[in-house]
Antibody
Framework: QVQLQESGPGLVKPSEALSLTCIVS??????????WSWVRQTPGKGLEWLGY???????NYNRSLKSRVAMSIETSRNQVSLRLTSVTAADTGVYYC???????????WGQGTLVTVSS | NFVLTQPHSVSESPGKTVTISCTRS????????VQWYQQRPGSAPTNVIY?????PSGVPDRFSGSIDSSSNSASLTISGLKTEDEADYYC???????????FGGGTKLTVL
C-alpha cells in the first residue's frame, strides 16, 4: 500500500523560504505512471494546486506562483521536495503531497503538514 | 485559466438525494476530465469520482458523477444520504493551456 508522508518545519518567518519533503513508501517515485504533486489549503479556503514533478525531473508549476516555487525529486531516497520562497502570512496553511495519475486524478494523499508563516 | 464555481453549501436530510454542481467559466467542460474529492474535517481529501463519472474501488455506488455540456458544468450526485457523507466536496479539472490543475472552491454538505 503506497503511503505519502510530508515533513518539514511547522514555522517559517516572513520573507524566508518554506521547504517540505514528501517520502513515498510502498512504491517508487521512479515511474512514468504518476506525477508527484503538491496541493495546499489555506485557512478557511479551499484547495490550491501548487504544481507537480515527473520522475524525469520535468516540472509544471501553478503560473500564479511560478516565480516562487520549485520542486525536486530524489529517486535514490524515494522522495520529492517543495521549496516556496519569499513567503508571507498568506502562505500559511496545510501542505499536501499527492500522487496524480494524470489530469488531476489524485488517488493517494499524504496526511498533510501545517506550515505557519510568522515572525 | 478558467474558474470552477461551486455552491458554497448544500443541505439535505438522511436518505435523500443531493446534487452538487461545478460550473466551468471558460472552455468546454468536456474538454478535460473532472474529478471530485471528499474532505472530512481534519483529514486529507479523498477521491470519490474520476474521469467525470468513474468511481474508485471502495466508493459506494451512491456516489455518481456527470457532465452537462449545455450548462458547461459537472455534477456530483449522492443518493441515500448518510450522516457520514457530511463533508466538503471539491471538483477539479485541468486546462489545455499549460496543463494547469484547477480546483473548485468547495461545497460544504450538511446532512441533517
Amino acid at each position: 500500500q503506497v503511503q505519502l508522508q510530508e515533513s518539514g518545519p511547522g514555522l517559517v518567518k516572513p520573507s524566508e523560504a518554506l521547504s517540505l519533503t514528501c517520502i513515498v513508501s510502498g512504491g517508487s517515485v521512479n515511474t512514468d505512471s504518476y506525477y508527484w504533486s503538491w496541493v495546499r489549503q489555506t485557512p478557511g479556503k479551499g484547495l490550491e494546486w501548487l504544481g507537480y514533478i515527473y520522475y524525469t525531473g520535468s516540472t509544471n508549476y501553478n503560473r500564479s506562483l511560478k516565480s516562487r516555487v520549485a520542486m525536486s525529486i530524489e529517486t535514490s531516497r524515494n522522495q520529492v521536495s517543495l521549496r516556496l520562497t519569499s513567503v508571507t502570512a498568506a502562505d500559511t496553511g496545510v501542505y499536501y503531497c499527492a500522487r496524480d495519475r494524470g489530469f488531476g486524478w489524485y488517488d493517494k494523499w499524504g496526511q498533510g503538514t501545517l506550515v505557519t508563516v510568522s515572525s | 485559466n478558467f474558474v470552477l464555481t461551486q455552491p458554497h453549501s448544500v443541505s439535505e436530510s438522511p436518505g435523500k438525494t443531493v446534487t452538487i454542481s461545478c460550473t466551468r467559466s471558460s472552455g468546454a467542460i468536456g474538454s478535460n476530465h473532472v474529478q471530485w474529492y471528499q474532505q472530512r474535517p481534519g483529514s486529507a481529501p479523498t477521491n470519490v469520482i474520476y474521469e467525470d463519472n468513474q468511481r474508485p474501488s471502495g466508493v459506494p455506488d451512491r456516489f455518481s458523477g456527470s457532465i452537462d455540456s449545455s450548462s458547461n458544468s459537472a455534477s456530483l450526485t449522492i443518493s441515500g444520504l448518510k450522516t457520514e457523507d457530511e463533508a466538503d466536496y471539491y471538483c477539479q479539472s485541468s486546462s489545455d493551456t499549460y496543463n494547469q490543475r484547477v480546483f473548485g472552491g468547495g461545497t460544504k454538505l450538511t446532512v441533517l
